[in-house]
């Protein structure tokens, strides 16, 4: 899937010149998780929290007709989690945060023309450009930051599932769209986040878009 993946991206971006109908600079929130195959070594009273970040991009659009186009983007794209809990007046905060360069290469279908909901669906290719668990017991009993980049996998890939609204006013393309990126890919190298086998990135994100 990797390969055919970076093969679409490499036509996309050589055919854009000749083809290529829009370009788009794109930013929002993003919630980012990591879905483990065994969370069984978590005491109870930990609890899993996603976080909030921001992501943003460019894309690419080759539209094919008014209705049908393909995507490329590239975006910037956090990851992570936080594991939090209280016990005994101490509280315990675990939070591995990741950053990578995403490449995704999207189908889009537009039902009308002009100002129109549209969907997105497709897959990723990303690059982990660095990885760090942050650890803090309060209050002000420990804290620590390590650098775990050499410990995941950097090269992911998934799916991307999203929809959206082209908004048209005179000449402007303005766009509001919401996305799911579901990773495929293993992040664990070694089992150093959760006893479990896996650990897979889940981002939600919603972007506010100008198409030029």
Known sequence: MKK????????LLI????????????????????????????????????????????GFELSFSSNFALE??????????EFKGTTGGITVTETFKG???SMPVLFKVSFLPGTTPYIVTGGYLAYTTSQKAIL????????????????????????VFGGGVEIVIASMNFLVEGRYAL??????????????????STIISILIGYKF
Not at 4 to 11: D, E, N, S
Not at 72 to 81: K, S, W
Not at 136 to 159: A, C, K
Not at 193 to 198: A, P
Request: with cysteine; net charge negative; hydrophobic share 45%.
């Open 136 to 159: 803090d017991v309060s209050p002000g009993i420990f804290h620590s930051e390590d650098d775990m980049t050499d410990d995941v996998n950097r090269f992911q890939y998934g799916l």
């Open 15 to 58: 055919s854009w010149p000749a083809f290529g109908s829009g370009f788009k600079l794109q930013f929002g929130p993003a919630f980012t998780s990591l879905n483990y195959s065994d969370m069984s070594i978590l005491p109870s009273w930990i609890n899993k929290n996603s976080l909030l970040q921001f992501t943003g991009g460019v």
């Open 183 to 200: 990773a495929l890919s293993n992040l664990n190298k070694h089992d150093f986040l959760v006893v479990g086998d896996t650990a897979k």
């Open 72 to 81: 490329l983007d590239i975006m910037y794209a956090p990851g992570g989690v």
């Open 99 to 101: 950053y990578a360069v």
């Open 4 to 11: 055919i993946l970076a093969a679409v991206c490499l036509v």
